[in-house]
């Protein structure tokens, strides 16, 4: 599919993720996009530099209310299912969560069917793989739900979901669809939702209060941080791709420890403070082991990505739109 000159959806437009991908459609010469958001964790401030570009439209739509999708849909070469409840808002209110994630993913493919759109490229997640455990996790690998906390099993399965949708719709109905795997997004205009993510944002707003930053434990807890900018070129590769029925890792594969994030934020804002090591108590958590070795191979073979913003320099950029925002 081409990009240029075409016209794409992208529901939960006004967020972290909704607003990287406009921001690469644009740059890659779509001709229009619509930001379709509820804007009830959205919000329009994410999207408000997007709105000077005269081919980017922000309409406030629903995705359980299937009519607002058949409208918006109309003419659409792609959408972009990013629209959905993270762990830690799906724990806090399971039914509107299970309700946005599941029957809002089965209205975005159905209102697809309907108006005859190209392709779908969905926002899945490494919480798919469930606890990892030892050795390469690729995309045959099995899911492992029994050591997560509840709001996150549901979470995770709702994703299952969702790929399961891609496959069927693609086989069954025409409409082409590809999945993508994310590991621990962070970046510019980063919110206070994402479970693993939130850890560094919070860490940052310690720090400049002029509050010792927490560790968890001993600090060894690992993760793999992709920086949304990356996230958006896999979304648009995917989408310009002749690929359909596919999951993929969307991951560095690399492990960063909780210590190696507060070492490099200490170090951005030239603090002196010390951490403290703190339990992490009743807190919402998806994976949180020392071992995480997530492979990238599909998605280089089959689509040609491969990361490009590294631990540190991704951190500074977060930093530097913090530092621009107001308290």
């Known amino acids: 599919m081409n990009i240029a000159g075409g016209r794409f959806v992208i529901t939960g437009g006004a967020s972290l993720i909704g607003s990287h991908v406009a921001e690469e459609l644009l740059a890659q010469g779509a001709r229009e996009v619509v930001l379709l958001d509820n804007f009830a964790l959205g919000t329009p401030e994410a999207a ?16 359980l209310r299937i009519n607002e999708l058949y409208d918006a849909f109309q003419g659409a070469d792609g959408v972009f299912a990013i629209a959905g409840f993270l762990t830690l808002p799906l724990t806090q209110n399971p039914p509107l969560g299970l309700a946005v994630n599941v029957e809002g993913q089965v209205n975005v493919f159905e209102a697809c069917r309907y108006q005859g759109v190209g392709k779908v490229v969905f926002s899945s997640s490494i919480a798919a793989y469930g606890e990892p455990g030892p050795g390469l996790i690729d995309e045959d690998s099995p899911s492992n739900l029994a050591p997560f906390q509840p709001g996150a099993v549901l979470y995770s399965c709702t994703k299952l979901i969702g790929e399961a949708l891609c496959k069927l719709y693609a086989a069954k109905h025409g409409v082409h669809a590809v999945a993508l795997r994310y590991s621990t997004v962070y970046g510019e205009r980063q919110h206070y939702r994402g479970v693993n993510a939130l ?17 968890p434990g001993d600090g060894s807890e690992v993760h793999d941080y992709i920086h949304v ?29 909780v210590k190696r994030i507060v070492e490099i934020l200490l170090d951005i804002t030239g603090s002196k403070l010390e951490p403290e090591h703190a339990s992490a108590g009743g807190a919402v958590k998806s994976t949180s082991g020392t071992v995480l070795d997530l492979s990238r191979a599909k998605i280089e073979r089959m689509l040609g990505w491969r990361p490009e913003v590294g631990i540190e320099a991704g951190l500074r950029r977060l930093i530097e739109w913090r530092k621009s925002q107001p308290d």
């Not at 997007?50 to 922000?58: N, Y």
């Not at 707003?205 to 509050?211: A, L, S, T």
Request: net charge negative; no cysteine.
């Open 48 to 63: 408000r530099h997007l709105l000077g570009d005269e081919r980017v439209k922000l309409v406030r739509g629903d995705i």
């Open 199 to 215: 850890y560094i944002i919070e860490n940052y707003d310690r720090i400049v209060r002029g509050e010792r930053p927490t560790l």
């Open 229 to 257: 900018a990356d996230v958006a070129r896999a979304n648009v590769m995917a989408m310009a791709s002749d690929v359909s029925g596919e999951v993929f890792n969307v991951v560095t594969g690399e492990q960063t420890t």
